[in-house]
């Protein structure tokens, strides 16, 4: 079993950067792609960004691509979302999730984490 736990949101002023953090637990993380998503309140979740856990390869979303940087912490098993130059536009809540690499479906999901921009 996979667990993840968000963490690093808050209330912040357009312009500026956040880092979160994915805590993950669980075996054979190696087999693993791990992806941040987020909601808007009425929404449904959206991509962001994905890493695969074995090579460090990533995928972002168009709207994030040269903001937003995904990495991952193999002594620390923790993922991160750099995002910089926050927008009003990215206030959501923030989810990491976690799929098997050879599937398409993420199986996995943490609590969420808000972040909410101000402009």
């Known amino acids: 079993q996979v667990q993840l736990v968000e963490s690093g949101g808050g209330l912040v002023q357009a312009g500026i950067s956040l880092r979160l953090s994915c805590a993950v637990s669980?075996?054979?993380?190696?087999?693993?792609?791990m992806g941040w998503f987020r909601q808007r309140p009425g929404k449904e979740h959206m991509f962001v960004a994905r890493?695969?856990?074995?090579?460090?390869?990533?995928y972002y979303a168009d709207s994030v691509k040269d903001r937003f940087t995904i990495s991952r912490d193999n002594a620390e098993n923790t993922v991160y979302l750099q995002m910089n130059s926050l927008k009003s536009d990215d206030t959501a809540v923030y989810y990491c999730?976690?799929?098997?690499?050879?599937?398409?479906?993420?199986?996995?999901w943490g609590q969420g984490t808000q972040v909410t921009v101000s402009s």
């Open positions: 999730a976690a799929k098997i690499r050879s599937t398409s479906a993420y199986n996995y």
């Open positions: 669980g075996r054979t993380l190696s087999a693993y792609d």
């Open positions: 890493i695969r856990w074995s090579d460090g390869s990533t």
